[in-house]
């Protein structure tokens, strides 16, 4: 990984974190650009391997699946798992259990790292309601623009230095890491899948026959070898039936 790639997957990470118009705010920076899965389309195209990073990117997607961030809760931190361990997988020829165990890693370091940086935002809020206390609206209305700056220090620092320094370290460990530590990494990282998948089902499932729709679902997989896109036209067909079905039930009571 040279200095420009670093630089540009470090950019992108800080901009799905802020919230800013710059890659169209919360809703397509955070919420869409910033999910792993889609962070890893780019992340390939910046160190020219999307294939790698996308497969890769699938099995840190499926940890945080379940994941919501409501409120001011403090969950961990997907954004900075994607754009640390994802790339350094990809350049250091990681597999999905080491991948997923550096991920969930990397998601605990962001979540420690995500007090000092919530409170520090209070400094350009405090400051700004003093400007408008007194009156000076101008300068107020820039203070959004140059507080994000903390921000660029708790994220864009992070990834540029663990990118652009990390790497040779990270490779260095997995050449000559023994076979019986990497096979304790993916035995602990690949079951984190199911974890994500199960928090998942959680928030879905509200009865216990929904669960037929999804053992319908993976045996279109498992026994019929079907598509995803096969898969997705059932499921919105048993979504319309499910729709319309209490839609009646509404109608009728």
Known sequence: ?????????????????????????????????????VASLFIGLILGDVATAMRL???????????????????PDMNLATFIALPLAVVSGMDSGATVALAVTVASLGTIMA??????MLIPVNY????????????????????????FCFRFIPIFVCLYFGQGMVSTVVSAAPEWLLS??????????????????????KNTTDLIYFTIGFAFVSVLQADMVTVLVFALLFAL????????KKGEA
């Open 1 to 37: 990984m040279n200095l420009l790639q670093a630089i540009l997957i470090a950019l992108l990470g800080w901009l799905t974190h802020t919230h800013t118009p710059f890659l169209g705010g919360g809703i397509l920076g955070w919420y869409c650009i910033g999910r792993p899965l």
């Open 57 to 75: 990117g699938v099995y840190i997607q499926l940890i945080f699946i379940g994941l919501v961030t409501p409120g001011g809760s403090i969950s």
């Open 115 to 120: 007090t000092p940086c919530n409170a520090a």
């Open 128 to 151: 700004q309601k003093k400007l408008v206390a007194e009156g000076k609206l101008q300068a107020a209305a820039l203070v959004p623009i140059w507080g994000h700056f903390i921000k």
């Open 184 to 205: 304790i990494m993916q035995i602990f990282g690949n079951p984190m899948c199911l974890v994500g998948f199960a928090i998942l089902m959680k928030l879905l499932v």
């Open 241 to 248: 039936i499910e729709f319309k079905i209490s839609r009646a």
